[in-house]
């Protein structure tokens, strides 16, 4: 796989080479992730996805001039579980040594560019240090997410004790490989008013839902539907580069979509969902049966409620478009976050460099208290506070007062006027299940659609993922939860897709999510809702440090800054199955060093 050889002429051989999907086992079902606004720089011209589409997977034959060959180290350079770098001139692979045997992979991870070496290596594949992404080492495939694509290959040849790697350029340079998959052969596609998979919200899970049902060889039709203008894009990014444009942000080019026959309906409102006939209907009366149906749907911004609500220049971050709004109305002026959630402290860090003055208004005596806790709340304020931004905590909004219809004052329960020229609120979000209502799917009383652990809802051939639903979290003894998080869409988005293809697939992600905020960046993993002590190593002045969420004598969650890999090892530690106790990791501040991580390796307490 992706080494060196004679170019026999027959194309389709290389589905076969590529995808031995059956040998490969359980684990490996798992597909496509979120790809990075860099997705397809220099790769987007309608021809890649044509005969030449196999090229940016792993290369079963490139030609002998493609290929470049090194000699990188002696077997004995490398311990069983190490990971290094190794340069072969037209780039760097990342080369592996586990149980004995070595494998050369692409080194960065296709996400966001994070170098693999410093992730972690455990159970046969290796995690990204950054966003938790996994890569099983046999294959480069993508096996937990973020990200939609996978890693290329390489050959390792080990002679008289030297290891030597043979790669390909092309797929040095790429650093990123698109699985195989299916075109769409269904004649009527694009025409009729049927379609065998209908997919409602394009977000991450719309996206990897439907990419994963291609990935495993299904070739009739799919709809994606949206009520955005755009193809699906990075929303998480949204909020942390408020001026980026929807190309910049895009999953997947325009061709991607054509060439596997993925039809995208945009700006398209679904109404009505008729189970008993397998139909919705759209806003403009357009019907469309279905065989399957996804519903993911995300949710939908809370707004504010005072007087004076729907003046000018108020918003939600929910486009493109808002988010370069926003910059615009603040740059060298006043802005008002309302909220210090995870969207609102994003924005007022973005806007802290632009604005004249950034003000963050907050119910909570601290910034992300419920989810990180108070002490470590306090010292992100404080990093906030070194940057220009003002907190007005334990008060809420009362009114928006204008002039000529544009916003001009914030008026605070507290009595406090906050003068304003554009204000963002960020106070949660409610899943957009509206049009469900009377459909008999069913939703809970907070209006989540409540799913099993393979995404299947009350009605059969009926699925649910994304921000909008409830689902039994495995490691946390199956207690239903919704884990509204970008790399979780991913996760369900698969699930569902494989048991469309009737493959049993189970739910067993360990949530994983981060943020950024002036050039630093929170990783944090696990399910901390409910904890009742925080454990810190480190030092939260300098915001070098990890906390660990403890209930009872269980860890059950994790986050860090400046302290990588230690998010990712504890992510790849609660996948295992293997329970934290809050004892080991008492043990660890009182005798361990700092950094050392060793007892974190899954070898028993």
Request: hydrophobic content about 40%; overall charge positive.
């Amino acid at each position: 796989m992706g080494g060196c050889f004679s170019k026999p002429k027959p194309v389709e051989l290389k589905i076969e080479v590529v995808l031995p999907e059956k040998e490969r086992g359980k684990e490996e079902l798992s597909a496509g992730g979120k790809g990075s606004p860099r997705a397809y720089q220099g790769n987007g011209t309608a021809r890649h996805f044509h005969a030449e589409e196999r090229l940016p997977t792993p290369q079963p034959y490139p030609s002998p001039q493609d290929c470049v060959e090194a000699t990188v180290c002696h077997v004995k350079d490398l311990e069983n579980g190490q990971m290094r770098e190794v340069e072969l001139g037209w780039g760097k692979v990342l080369l592996v040594k586990d149980n004995g045997e070595f494998h050369a992979l692409g080194h960065k991870c296709p996400h966001y560019g994070a170098p693999l070496v410093k992730g972690v290596l455990s159970r046969g594949r290796v995690r990204c240090p950054w966003h938790g992404a996994c890569f099983n080492i046999s294959t480069g495939d993508l096996e937990d997410f973020p990200g939609l694509d996978s890693l290329h290959k390489f050959q390792v040849k080990i002679e008289k004790e030297k290891v030597t790697v043979r790669a390909s350029k092309q797929a040095l340079q790429l650093q990123r490989r698109t699985k195989v998959m299916a075109k769409c052969i269904s004649p009527s596609a694009g025409h009729s008013s049927s379609t065998n998979v209908l997919i409602v919200g394009a977000g991450a899970a719309g996206l990897v839902c439907a990419e994963t049902l291609r990935q495993e060889g299904f070739s009739d039709r799919i709809v994606l539907c949206t009520l955005d203008r755009h193809l699906p894009y990075d929303r998480a990014k949204l909020s942390k580069s408020l001026d980026a444009q929807p190309e910049q942000l895009a999953l997947r080019p325009k061709e991607f979509f054509r060439a596997y026959g993925l039809e995208m309906l945009t700006e398209a409102q679904v109404v009505t969902v008729d189970v008993r006939n397998k139909k919705v209907v759209f806003k403009d009366g357009f019907k469309l049966e279905y065989s399957k149906l996804l519903l993911a749907p995300g949710s939908s911004p809370k707004t504010l409620t005072c007087r004076g609500k729907d003046v000018e220049n108020v918003f939600t971050i929910r486009t493109p478009e808002d988010a370069n709004r926003v910059v615009r109305l603040a740059r060298g002026r006043n802005a008002v976050v309302v909220g210090a959630g995870f969207l609102g402290m994003e924005v007022a860090a973005y806007l802290a460099e632009k604005a004249h003055s950034v003000s963050v208004v907050e119910l909570e005596e601290t910034p992300f208290r419920r989810f990180l806790g108070e002490r470590v709340g306090r010292a992100l304020m404080k990093m906030f506070e070194n940057n220009r931004v003002k907190f007005y905590m334990q008060t809420e909004v009362l009114e928006l007062r204008a002039q000529e219809g544009k916003l001009q004052e914030v008026v605070l329960k507290s009595s406090k006027v906050l003068r304003a020229d554009v204000c963002v609120v960020g106070i949660g979000a409610v899943p957009a299940t509206g049009f469900l209502r009377q459909s008999g799917i069913a939703l809970d009383s907070r209006g989540f659609i409540p799913v099993n652990k393979m995404m299947q809802t009350n009605i059969p051939a009926v699925f649910a993922a994304g921000d909008a639903v409830t689902f039994p979290l495995a490691w946390r003894n199956n207690r239903k939860v919704n884990i509204p998080h970008w790399q979780m869409a991913h996760a369900q988005g698969r699930v569902a897709a494989e048991n469309m293809l009737a493959q049993e697939a189970e739910i067993n992600t360990v949530p994983y999510l981060w943020t950024a905020m002036f050039g630093k960046s929170l990783r944090y993993a696990g399910y901390g809702e409910g904890f009742d002590d925080v454990i810190i190593q480190g030092d939260l002045e300098e915001l070098k440090f990890v906390a660990f969420y403890t209930k009872g004598d269980e860890v059950i969650a994790v986050a860090s800054m400046n302290y990588d890999p230690i998010v990712s090892k504890v992510a790849e530690v609660l996948a295992s199955g293997r329970t934290i106790r809050k004892r080991e990791v008492e043990l660890f501040m009182l005798h361990g060093k700092t950094g050392d991580m060793s007892w974190l390796t899954g070898k028993g307490s």
